[in-house]
């Protein structure tokens, strides 16, 4: 039983294009929302093992926030999306759940530094130097950046790989996928770098650093929110 | 892992273009799972599993038994035949369907023979493992993946219960003291045997200033470290239809994959890994079994959304990882399928049920955080 996505207040329409074009479009959807955080893995994650598992995890702790998130609202939905207002409520639950998430992950990393750090000691090999740290703290960004590009793009996007495609409402040029890829690729470009910053803002106790992070990510959940309510 | 994701694209295609076979798999339960109400789908899915879960079973207890009379060279033949089977059949089913749905212009004979030498030359790679490793590896991610694609055309009810009634089975076969597993790892301990399996080796990636002789070196410390009775090994038995039983019994030895970096977070990472246990150089070896259900249920997560799919992906891997952790910390042998099964299913339904019409709902209004 497959389930059906409901596209129905979008408009449709069927583009000239052969099937071969088409798997090309969605690939190169999927690809725009996932290009750099891919680059990313390849140059960088990679070549060592423990950032790969960072990465692993950290998708898999985005993935379970989620759920307890949707498990939240489940009773609310289907939310009218004549009424606008809810989706701004939602935005900033989720954005507080999830920003607290990411202080509990570095409470965990703090955990795992000190461990990491005592057994170098033991082997007598150096400690974690700055840059491991922040190496850590990008795979653990691009773990969140690249489920969030998943959850949100990379699943309704299967539609895509037919002979048609959506437009969006406003801008009646514009295929939906498309607007969807690129604000995944701004989401996930903004988890894997705040990630970063919340670290390094965490440990040096810089308040400004701290606050930036969970600043930019209701700023941009709520500048989502007003480009649907308008 | 790479399996899992052709697998999945292998049944969409399957799935989209026919209907269920059904009547391959009647052979399998005594009862059938209609598309009636829930509690008798309930109850029909709950006895195929039990059938299932016995006959499974009454075959490991076979085996055991043909171990214990040393006729290894009879288990050898017995397997190299089963993969012949799955090869020849269901490859050939398989192909058929995709030629059907793409159209590819082929003709009978040439088909026939194609298949044929396919399936030779798998059996050939699977058993006699002087052939280049990346043969072996393709056919074995082959014959997991047919088998896995056909578990998958059994009812939805069936398919789910089934899988948790293995992870229990494999749970009790292993850890329990009269499990037939268990007596077989046993067995094989004692008389420091190699059990023919069907063993799914993960390639090692070889540390590029370490010279071929210390790689040596480590590969006899671990040889040594297993006659020691040291490593864990978790045995694993599959029957599928009545007509051919394959067998591969799977060995879940521990080790870790040498990385040959230089850096300060690699090598503490390394060393970290040591100090926790996991041992130096070798290779991964997880056995065929554990991949064809993790396949199936995967490919079970494919016939309902794309979503599902990166859940359940994600939960597999979270649960082997978490076996592996557990497998160096008791030194024992462990059963690979419970942890993983059980994080795939939960998270299935976690998905299923709430997490999709949140997300559908924000991503088709463009409301994303």
Redesign the interface.
């Known amino acids: 039983?497959?389930?059906k996505?409901?596209?129905s207040?979008?408009s449709s329409s069927p583009s000239p294009e052969s099937a071969i074009i088409t798997v090309a479009a969605g690939i190169g959807y999927a690809l725009l929302a996932l290009g750099p955080s891919l680059a990313l893995f390849v140059t960088v994650i990679s070549?060592?093992?423990?950032?790969i598992?960072t990465v692993?995890?950290s998708?898999?702790l985005w993935?379970v926030s989620?759920?307890v998130?949707?498990?939240f609202?489940?009773p609310f939905?289907?939310?009218n999306?004549a009424a606008s207002w809810p989706?701004a409520v939602?935005?900033i639950t989720?954005?507080a759940f999830?920003e607290g998430l990411r202080l509990l992950f570095w409470k965990v990393y703090k955990r795992l530094e000190d461990m990491?750090d005592a057994?170098?000691d033991?082997?007598l090999?150096?400690?974690?130097?700055p840059t491991?740290k922040m190496?850590?703290a990008l795979a653990g960004g691009l773990g969140h950046g690249a489920a969030?590009a998943?959850?949100?793009?990379?699943?309704?996007?299967?539609p895509a790989f037919g002979p048609a495609t959506f437009f969006?409402d406003q801008c009646p040029k514009l295929p939906f996928f498309l607007?969807?890829s690129i604000?995944?690729l701004a989401?996930a470009t903004i988890h894997t770098f705040s990630m970063v910053i919340a670290f390094n803002g965490y440990s040096d106790g810089n308040k400004v650093d701290q606050l930036f992070v969970p600043v930019v990510?209701l700023v941009?959940?709520m500048v989502?929110?007003f480009?649907?309510s308008s | 892992m790479f399996l899992v994701v052709i697998l999945v694209a292998v049944l969409n295609s399957g799935s989209s273009s026919s209907p269920p076979t059904i009547n391959t798999i009647a052979t399998i339960a005594y009862s059938e799972t209609t598309s009636d109400s829930t509690w008798d789908k309930l109850k029909g899915a709950l006895l195929n599993a039990l059938v299932f879960v016995v006959v499974v079973t009454a075959v490991t207890f076979l085996l055991v038994l043909l171990f214990y009379f040393r006729c290894t060279h009879f288990l050898k033949l017995y397997m190299g035949f089963s993969s012949f089977i799955v090869l020849l059949f269901l490859g050939g089913e398989i192909a058929l369907f995709l030629i059907r749905k793409f159209s590819v212009p082929i003709d009978c004979f040439t088909f026939l023979v194609l298949l044929f030498n396919f399936a030779a030359v798998g059996v050939f790679a699977v058993f006699l493992s002087k052939m280049a490793i990346i043969v072996t590896q393709g056919y074995l991610v082959a014959i997991g993946m047919l088998v896995a694609y056909w578990f998958t055309l059994l009812p939805e009810w069936t398919t789910w219960v089934l899988l948790v009634a293995l992870a229990l089975y494999d749970l009790a076969a292993v850890l329990l003291p009269v499990g037939p597993l268990r007596l077989l790892v046993e067995l094989a301990i004692s008389r420091d045997e190699d059990i023919p399996a069907l063993v799914y080796e993960a390639r090692p990636v070889i540390n590029h200033d370490q010279g071929s002789g210390e790689y040596e070196g480590q590969r006899r410390a671990w040889r040594r470290r297993r006659e020691l009775g040291n490593d864990s090994e978790s045995d694993h038995n599959i029957g599928t239809s009545d007509a051919e039983v394959t067998a591969p019994l799977i060995q879940n030895r521990v080790s870790s994959v040498v990385d040959g970096q230089e850096s300060s977070v690699a090598s503490t990472d390394n060393s970290f890994l040591e100090g926790i246990g996991l041992g130096s150089s070798g290779a991964i070896k997880l056995g065929l079994g554990d991949f064809i259900f993790y396949s199936v249920l995967v490919g079970r997560a494919a016939m309902y959304d794309f979503m599902t799919v990166y859940a359940c992906y994600l939960a597999i891997i979270a649960g082997l990882g978490v076996t592996l952790m557990l497998l160096a910390l008791y030194q024992q042998a462990l059963p690979a399928l419970p942890v993983s099964i059980a994080f795939g299913v939960l998270f299935y339904f976690l998905t299923r049920l709430l997490l999709e019409e949140f997300v559908v709902q924000c991503s088709l209004n463009l409301v994303m955080f």
Do not use: E
């Open positions: 039983m497959k389930k996505v409901d596209f207040h979008l070549k060592k093992p423990f950032l598992l692993l995890s998708t898999l993935l989620l759920i998130l949707s498990g609202w489940r939905l289907p939310l999306s989706f939602l935005i989720s954005v999830q990491l057994f170098a033991r082997v090999k150096p400690r974690l130097y491991d190496l850590i969030h998943v959850f949100f793009c990379l699943s309704v996007l299967t969006t607007v969807s604000i995944a989401f990510h941009a959940g989502n929110y480009c649907l």
